[in-house]
């Protein structure tokens, strides 16, 4: 198991899916086991199948990076949140409590 620097609860429709976390090795997206267990649950993307296995990435997963704001968008997270455009990590729990779609990142889980 991994060390990590920080960890994102990610959440599909309110409902706990598992986490993503910052490590040493690059990242890494494990879904909850009783998320799994429920039949009507959905993957996070379709790029991130369920699996009860991790996923690990040397780069922040592209499901994941796609969900961070582009443009003056992240001009104005970045200045309001007093966080690095480059920290991707940091962007994506700050901005993406509530974005578009279903899938919503925490920096604490519910």
């Given amino acids: 198991m991994m060390e990590a620097y920080r960890t994102a609860y990610v959440y599909v429709r309110e409902a706990f899916a598992g986490t993503l976390k910052e490590t040493d090795y690059g990242y890494s997206f494990k879904y909850d086991d009783e998320y799994l267990a429920k039949n009507d649950s959905t993957a996070v993307s379709l790029t991130l199948p369920k699996r009860e296995e991790e996923y690990t990435s040397n780069f922040l997963f592209p499901f994941f990076d796609g969900l961070i704001p582009e443009g003056w968008l992240l001009n104005v ?8 455009k480059n920290d991707r990590f940091g962007i994506l729990l700050v901005a993406c409590r509530d974005p578009i779609g279903n899938v ?7």
């Fill in 77 to 84: 997270v970045a200045h309001n949140w007093k966080k690095d």
């Fill in 104 to 110: 919503s990142i925490r920096e604490v889980r519910l």
